[in-house]
């Protein structure tokens, strides 16, 4: 195809062109090439998609477009040195091999059969002249590969091409003297690799996804009717991705002047001799296999899932839980994400309708799987880890949003009470609505319903004790409770001369708060620290902000240990037969 690098160039040549779809073309090409066994013609091909990628900025899809060349030249290595020995390696790679002269489509006026005879009329090239060559061509894509990877935040795969540099320097007949100082720098780019790597470069790094469809008449036959899922590797906001898809179809996919709508995902979608262009997007949510723990699903993504709230009357959101029904859509591409391109065709489909009490089981099990994530994660004082930790907290326990899972376990574990002696309290006949009370799996759902609650309690009060712990609020109830009469008495007491400080505050830890002393004079100082927190040295204030933040943290944190009490009362009636209270009471981080 002839691409020269130049970013202004191939802004020129693709105007008007869906560039994806001409990638999708260069990937189909390489993939159809290597059932015939042209390897040198598949790898200008996929090295031109990685240039092209990289003019893009796309490190991830250019690395991806790499590793499929390194496959290929292990495939050159398996039938070349297995047939011919490695004596014969070599002449194996100078005549097995008969790829043609790339195309180079420069002269726009020139016809694509002309370039193609032209192409064809020349001289087969020469191949690796030797093996020393061959080897030098896959160190150099690794090195590359590994390159892309590490830009794009995806550490594990960088790893896996490192990992394959060094099996390359390992090879039969390497040089100790020449390949060994090699190895050992291979060695120290992975340590570098992990030293400077985040929670974020490893986990969250592969960016969101988006299922994109395009409906209507006046859409191009290209993409018309189809579903694909989109990689939005630079996190950008719905709207922002959504006006950029809008924006690509106006200008490649539908003739001047045809409206184009957005539909959203509760809309009925339109026949297709339907006048106009539509595009359907919704935000996907990535389905581990493992649920994320190995390193291919943390890096590598095939499989997504979406959902559509509905109700039997018709509506999309009802008034009450017990009417919100659920529309939970799989779908998989061919292959994982990230890939040679940023969008993929649509390859599986399935539908799955959630019933009410499913509903709050599987929103349940969502915030389960968000609070064992963070609870995995390694304790930090980094800001960004504790502003994540305090809003899972908050967002879990606070009085403010609590209620949902509290509401959950009264509308669906709720009975009618029939011991007086205990008010208030479940007995055993229940109360569900007769559309589940009637089904034979009402039973099994109200008994996982109470599973998911007590894990959900239980990581709550887990999180809750990790951000006392972290935040450093982690003090005995005495002193939570009076820090701030510690703190109004030693303000009285340094503002006084020739009083004596006042005796309330000697209840506190006497080691670390020493409330006032006598200086020759008479007048009182004051002297009151933490054993946490020294003094600063003279001559230096002691930074207002600091005590500010901390005083902040003890009543957010009394705040939450008060909302989670408000929760566990709640919920706790509904579950008392399947755990006991102090089972969840005395966890700790």
Not at 124 to 152: G, I, N, R
Not at 160 to 165: E, I, M, N, P, T
Not at 259 to 266: A, E, G, K, N
Not at 490 to 501: D, F, M
Request: charged content about 20%.
């Amino acid at each position: 195809v002839g691409f020269d690098g130049v970013k202004d160039s191939l802004s020129n040549a693709i105007e008007g062109v869906d560039l994806e779809w001409i990638l999708e073309l260069m990937v189909d090409g390489a993939t159809l090439l290597s059932s015939y066994e042209l390897p040198r013609t598949r790898m200008h091909i996929l090295e031109n998609l990685a240039r092209v990628q990289d003019i893009l900025g796309n490190n991830a899809e250019a690395g991806c477009a790499r590793w499929e060349i390194y496959l290929t030249l292990k495939d050159v290595e398996k039938h070349v040195f297995a047939c011919g020995g490695r004596s014969g390696g070599s002449n194996g790679l100078s005549r097995y091999w008969c790829p043609r002269p790339p195309l180079k489509l420069n002269d726009p006026d020139v016809s694509f059969m002309a370039v193609m005879n032209k192409s064809l009329a020349q001289p087969t090239p020469t191949v690796w002249p030797s093996e020393q060559q061959f080897y030098k061509h896959m160190t150099t894509v690794l090195t590359k590969c590994a390159k892309c990877f590490k830009d794009a935040k995806l550490t594990f795969l960088a790893e896996r091409s490192l990992k394959a540099l060094i099996e390359c320097y390992r090879r039969e007949n390497f040089d100790e003297n020449e390949s060994l100082p090699l190895i050992a720098k291979v060695f120290k780019s992975i340590h570098d690799l992990y030293a400077m790597s985040s929670v974020g470069r490893t986990t969250f790094a592969m960016g969101t996804f988006y299922r994109v469809q395009f409906l209507g008449r006046d859409v191009s036959e290209t993409i018309r009717n189809k579903e694909f899922v989109v990689r939005n590797a630079d996190y950008m906001h719905l709207s922002e991705f959504q006006n950029l898809i809008k924006i690509n179809l106006a200008l490649k996919h539908v003739n001047k002047d045809i409206p184009i709508s957005v539909l959203p995902d509760t809309a009925s979608q339109p026949a297709d001799d339907t006048p106009g262009a539509f595009i359907v997007m919704t935000a996907l949510k990535p389905v581990f296999d493992d649920h994320g723990q190995s390193v291919c699903s943390k890096n590598m993504l095939r499989k997504f899932q979406f959902s559509i709230p509905f109700t039997k009357g018709g509506k999309a959101h009802a008034k009450t839980i017990d009417l919100q029904w659920k529309r939970t859509i799989h779908i998989e591409v061919p292959q994982p994400f990230p890939y040679l391109t940023f969008r993929q065709s649509v390859s599986c489909r399935r539908s799955q309708e959630l019933s009410p009490i499913e509903v709050a089981i599987d929103d349940i099990q969502e915030r389960n799987f968000a609070m064992k994530l963070q609870l995995q994660l390694k304790s930090s004082k980094d800001q960004m880890f504790i502003n994540n930790l305090m809003r899972l907290v908050q967002g879990t326990v606070a009085p403010q949003v609590n209620a949902g899972a509290a509401e959950v376990a009264k509308t669906f574990l709720s009975v009618v009470t029939m011991d007086t002696s205990n008010a208030g309290l479940p007995g055993t006949q229940t109360s569900l609505n007769s559309d589940y009370s009637e089904s034979i799996s009402a039973e099994s759902f109200r008994i996982e319903l109470k599973t998911v609650l007590v894990e959900f309690l239980k990581k709550s009060k887990r999180l809750l004790e990790r951000a006392r712990i972290i935040l450093g609020t982690g003090v005995d109830d005495r002193r939570a409770s009076h820090s701030g009469e510690v703190a109004n008495n030693n303000s009285s007491s340094s503002s006084s001369s020739g009083s004596s400080s006042s005796s309330s505050s000697d209840s506190c830890d006497g080691n670390e708060n020493q409330n006032s002393k006598h200086n020759s004079n008479g007048s009182v100082t004051s002297s009151s620290s933490s054993a946490n927190h020294p003094p600063p040295p003279p001559g230096v204030d002691s930074p207002p902000h600091q005590t500010k933040l901390e005083n902040h943290h003890m009543v957010w944190q009394k705040e939450m240990d008060k909302g989670f009490e408000v929760l566990l009362d709640a919920i706790y009636p509904y579950i008392r037969d399947v755990i006991e209270k102090n089972q969840i009471t005395s966890i700790v981080s």
